[in-house]
């Protein structure tokens, strides 16, 4: 049974850095694409990044494009996001999410994703 489990989340200030992880335990880490959402109050999920090992491939969204990096540790099935330049529209529960097959294309949809995390709240105060 895939379990994710998000980490990191906080209060910072404007212009300030967190990094947040996402430990995986379940089935083989590596083989799957990986992706960080993130949902404000009364709004959608949206799209923040994502990663796969299949042509290293990563997106992000124009959002964030510049000041957050998505990265993974096999050895540690762990999968980080560095967000810096932090702004207060960045607020918003973050989820981490896995693909349920292995796929040649990065989905970049909520939908693609079937594994979730609870979800770890950052704020950015101005």
């Known amino acids: 049974q895939v379990q994710l489990v998000e980490s990191g989340g906080g209060l910072v200030q404007a212009g300030g850095s967190l990094r947040l992880s996402c430990a995986a335990s379940g089935r083989t880490f590596r083989n799957y694409a990986m992706a960080w959402f993130r949902q404000a109050p009364g709004k959608e999920r949206e799209f923040v990044a994502a990663t796969m090992r299949f042509r290293v491939s990563t997106s992000y969204a124009d959002s964030v494009k510049g000041r957050f990096t998505i990265s993974k540790d096999g050895a540690k099935n762990t999968l980080y996001l560095q967000m810096s330049s932090l702004k207060p529209e960045d607020t918003a529960v973050y989820y981490c999410?896995?693909?349920?097959?292995?796929?040649?294309?990065?989905?970049?949809?909520?939908?693609?994703?079937?594994?979730w995390g609870q979800g770890t709240q950052v704020t950015v105060s101005s």
């Open positions: 999410a896995q693909a349920p097959l292995v796929t040649s294309f990065l989905p970049l949809q909520a939908a693609e994703y079937n594994y």
